[in-house]
């Protein structure tokens, strides 16, 4: 017991003697859950369009106030003539062009047919698809209230729409349990591989091989301060989330540090065995960035839905760990359900931990070579 | 019965034999020293010996128990500096002592006494990490952490290569105080001169004991005759000159001079002939360590 604490000890100097380390286990979390908070985003504000208005009337300037005045769009310029889309398109400022056809209130009016054409910068698809959906969503529903006050038309389907879970579809509720899952493996499995190698490469490895540790002792060791590192990096991102983003926690905070200790060690017993695996610093660094970190942004659901995926790409998913400390973290954090709903992916977990804690120990070499 | 034992140990890396057949014995509180150039396999020996390697055949035997079959019980009673000092450089010497002595299940102030010398040497930078210390209070702090926890076996890989001249006879000194507590030491070294400080030496060439003997009895099997040509400068010239000669048996660089050996009465006078020729200077000399080495590399 008293080799333990002397081996954490020695760990504890190692981290906060290096300020490297200490960026990449303080800095580098903060600054990706924010990046991700703000910028990585698919929400819809601010976008900018135009407005080719043939009619100038009355109908076509409540429809355009009633755009521009919803918070989505902002009024970029006038424009007068077809001609002119093209260009607007091409610089770059402009990512929607709404065209009303001349005498569109008398047509309206009269034949109850008015034409009015959208037209959008669909060289970033899904802002192209969302931004022509949220046009007509305001157009229909000017069109709702005309056809209130006109009672000549006797059905209307009146649908109504609430999500659940996420009434404001905010990006952050997708973006703050991913980024959380994203970095903590790869704090966890990076930091420990990298600091089993570096004892391999100053040759410090050689006499703890020597010396009377048992490898466990080793493994716990080095693993127990990444533990308490893991764990301070988890609450700064929830406190982030919660402050900053106002994600709330509506499950029980008991039970989502429970289950991120749980990923934590997780992601630490699986940068044990890359360590068995890498001969240097860096073989460890470039595994732990290729095996982990890609997979876990593309596969486990965090940016992609994984129902889109292929089928061999879903399978693939279902070994990545933080597909399931993700659904663990939305059950918790936004839908407020408790254990009873995730014990299948928490079992899950502990299976693939325990999985890797034995292949480490059995892979930990007692001697060189 | 002898502390260490080793008996016809082999080791290859692939095609690469690294110990040939290797057989020794050192005995209790003895300094065994192994000689010989990079490469003639000391580390892979050091190696199996502190159990980190396992031999392809043979056995090695240390305080009576087998390293590969009770490598846990050998670990206790080690003590190993590996060739590259294995300091953690971002820990201060103190730190570095004390974690060591942790592991090993000892303390500072239990072995005081034994590492004493050697740490009131280091003592006044003991708040300075290691990384910063020079290569001879590297090897001063590395030697008491392989002491911190009094081994009977010390086993130092090359402790003195790239360490100057001053720390490395300071640091022989302190091994001669080291093996009067009772703690058998084998160090390896790939100077010559260092031969003589150690109790017993063996001479290693190419994974093979080529000679194991007492230091001043090792140039005692060097039976040719041995000459000094001190040309003042231009040796190397002088070296490729008289290795044409059909008199010369082998010839080699010693400093600015250049030692030869002859075979025969007949060569000697043809060589004194050639040197009376050529006006060198030169003298008869007996051969050191160094110069058994280079016959017994020849042989080889």
Known sequence: MKRYWGFVIKEFYHIFRDFRTLLILFGIPVAQVLIFGFVVSNEIRNIKISILDYSHDE?????????????????????????????????????????????????????????????????????????????????????????????SVPFTIDTRT?????????????????????????????????SITREKEMGTMEVLLVSPLRPIQIIL?????????????????????????????????????????LYITLALSLGIFISTVAKNQQMAMFISMLVLMLPTILLSGFIFPIENMPEILQWLSAIMPPRWFIIILKNIMIKGTGI???????????????IFIGLSVKRFKIRLE | MSEIQVKNLHKSYGDIEALKD??????????????????????????ILTSLLLP???????????????????????????????????????????????????????????????YVQIEPFKKRLAGKLSGGMKQKLALSCALIHRPEVLVLDEPTTGVDAVSRVEFWDLLHKI????????????????????????????????????????????????????????????????????????????GQSVHLTLDTNKEETEFLEYAKREKLSSKKITAGIEDTFMELMRKA
């Open chain 2, 179 to 254: 093996k009067l507590e009772g703690i058998t030491i084998i160090v390896s070294t790939p100077y010559m001169d260092e031969a003589a400080r150690c109790d017993r030496v063996a001479l290693i060439q190419k994974g093979e004991i080529m000679s194991i003997s007492k230091p001043e009895a090792i140039h005692k099997g060097f039976t040719r005759i041995l000459y000094e040509l001190s040309p003042g400068h231009g040796a190397y010239r002088l070296l490729k000159n008289i290795r044409n000669e059909e008199w010369c048996a082998n010839a080699w660089l010693f």
């Open chain 1, 162 to 194: 609430r999500m659940y879970f996420n009434q404001g579809m905010k990006g952050v509720y997708m973006f703050v349990p991913g980024t959380m899952a994203m970095i903590l493996m790869l704090i966890s499995a990076l930091m420990t591989s990298i």
């Open chain 1, 340 to 354: 009873l709903f995730i014990w299948k992916e928490t079992l899950i977990l502990m299976g693939m931990t325990s």
């Open chain 1, 59 to 151: 109908v076509t300037e409540k429809i355009t106030n009633k755009i521009i005045s919803s918070g989505y769009f902002e009024l970029y310029s006038h424009l007068t003539d077809y001609s002119q889309i093209e260009p607007a398109f091409r610089t770059g400022n402009v990512k929607e062009v709404i065209i009303f056809e001349p005498g569109f209130s008398s047509k309206l009016g009269k034949t109850g047919d008015a034409a009015l054409r959208i037209v959008s910068d669909a060289s970033d698809a899904n802002t192209g698809r969302l931004i022509t959906s949220y046009t007509q969503g305001i157009v229909m529903n000017y069109l709702q209230e005309l056809m209130g006050q006109n009672t």
């Open chain 2, 22 to 47: 290797i057989s020794f014995e050192v005995d209790k509180s003895e300094i065994f020293g192994v000689i010989g150039p990079d490469g003639a396999g000391k580390t892979s020996l050091f190696r």
């Open chain 2, 56 to 118: 392809d055949s043979g056995s090695v035997m240390l305080a009576g128990l087998d390293v590969v079959k009770d490598y846990d019980k050998i670990r206790k009673i080690i003590g190993y500096m590996p060739g590259r000092f294995s300091l953690y450089q971002d820990l201060s010497v103190e730190e570095n002592l004390n974690f060591y002595a942790t592991v090993f299940g000892s303390s500072i102030e239990e072995n005081y006494d034994l590492i004493r010398d050697i």
């Open chain 1, 221 to 261: 060791g080095k693993v127990s301060p990444y533990i308490v590192m893991a764990f301070i990096n988890a609450i700064m991102i929830l406190i982030l989330g919660n402050f900053v983003f106002k994600l709330p926690i509506n499950g029980s905070l008991v039970l989502l540090l429970l289950e991120t200790i």
